[in-house]
């Protein structure tokens, strides 16, 4: 099974920028061979989880509404890693995010990290 960790979580005012990373606990060659799609999901009190950006092996990129143009998704193979670059942050974006990272060998198979709380507040 693969691990997958989340990092970068954590406070800070609205208007201010924070940058996630997801890791991913493979190889290099598995990772860039595999690698389907991962994306980053959100869930804040008392609310459904949504969809925050995916990105795809061919560099395709999906992001959830009024999102795209503040949210950035990146990935960097070598690394193993998803990033999530998010500016102009509001008290809305506070929520528990979360990534999953799905990869396609024999079948396909989706893997979730335990989310990184981020708070915006003044």
């Known amino acids: 099974q693969v691990q997958v960790v989340e990092s970068g979580g954590g406070s800070v005012r609205p208007g201010g920028s924070l940058q996630l990373a997801c890791a991913a606990s493979i190889s290099r060659t598995r990772y860039y061979s595999s690698f389907y799609r991962s994306g980053w999901y959100r869930q804040a009190p008392g609310k459904q989880r949504e969809l925050v950006a995916i990105?795809?092996?061919?560099?395709?990129?999906t992001y959830g509404n009024s999102l795209k143009g503040r949210f950035t998704i990146s990935r960097d193979s070598v690394k193993n890693t998803v990033y999530l670059q998010m500016n102009s942050l509001t008290p809305e974006d506070t929520a528990v995010y979360y990534c999953?990272?799905?990869?396609?060998?024999?079948?396909?198979?989706?893997?979730w990290g335990p989310g990184t709380q981020v708070t915006v507040s003044s």
């Open positions: 999953y990272l799905e990869v396609i060998e024999e079948v396909k198979m989706g893997y």
């Open positions: 990105i795809y092996s061919d560099g395709d990129t």
